[in-house]
């Protein structure tokens, strides 16, 4: 008997939810987009949420919005999705692995205390399968935190949501996620400040100035399955 890996369930409520935003004609970044924002906002708790392409372009966007650029320094897991080391590397910066705990296969605490320098600017935590990491202690180290809920989006640690411990969480909608867009990303968070610093990067229409920003939107069709 062979078992499916992550296999998506779409059926026709979201067959129904794409339908209509066609026969709408509002297929790009619209309403769905906004609602959608809302609804995942609102069900970690977070005052704001950016929906994106993809969970890559969210992380990109974040650190991004948070001035990390050449010579700056983000410690990630040893082990974990590639994305991560891909946005630390779009900004210019660096990454710095730290060990991963062998109960858990989340980041080590303890090991991200070892990698800290006076060029460190951040800390991305995913929650690894599903598994929360050691959340509480990683935030009390006292560096922004960007919690990676991509694979544990509806998790909770201490009876409190995952995704709502860090400055910022960003969440992946790929094929194999929690819950799908096909493609997808999102970046929630409390600070409207980083809120905004977020959509304005997120993309370059109808701008006063020439500021690089980027194509990282998601469409109504995408959002309306979400």
């Known amino acids: 008997m062979r078992i499916t890996h992550s296999k998506p369930f779409i059926g026709e409520k979201e067959a129904e939810a794409v339908r209509e935003v066609i026969l709408s004609g509002q297929i790009a970044q619209g309403k769905k987009v906004k609602e959608f924002e809302d ?13 994106c392409s ?24 040893s082990y974990t999705c590639t994305a991560l080391l891909n946005a630390v590397r779009y900004t210019g ?5 730290a ?23 951040a800390i991305i935590v ?15 180290i006292g560096l922004p935190v960007i919690e ?22 960003v969440l992946s909608f ?8 096909g493609e997808g990303g999102m970046v929630l968070s409390d600070s409207i400040d980083l809120i905004d610093k977020v959509k304005d990067l997120r993309d370059y229409d109808k701008r006063g100035d020439t500021k ?15």
């Open 39 to 51: 609804i995942m906002s609102e069900f970690l708790n977070l005052k704001g949420g950016v929906a």
């Open 54 to 77: 993809s969970g890559t372009s969210a992380l990109h966007l974040v650190l991004k919005a948070m001035d990390i650029g050449p010579d700056d320094e983000v410690i990630i897991p």
């Open 93 to 97: 910066a660096h990454p710095v692995y």
């Open 99 to 121: 060990d991963i705990s062998s109960h858990n296969l989340n980041i080590n605490p303890d090991d991200i205390k070892n990698r800290i320098t006076s060029k460190t600017r």
């Open 126 to 140: 995913p929650h690894m399968f599903g598994y929360p990491a050691e959340i509480e202690r990683i935030v009390n």
């Open 148 to 169: 990676d809920c991509a694979q544990a989006l509806g998790g909770t640690y201490n009876n409190r949501p995952l995704g709502s411990f860090g400055k910022v969480t």
């Open 174 to 181: 790929y094929a194999t996620k929690i819950i799908t867009t």
């Open 212 to 226: 690089l920003r980027y194509n990282y939107k998601m469409t109504d069709i995408q959002a309306a399955i979400g």
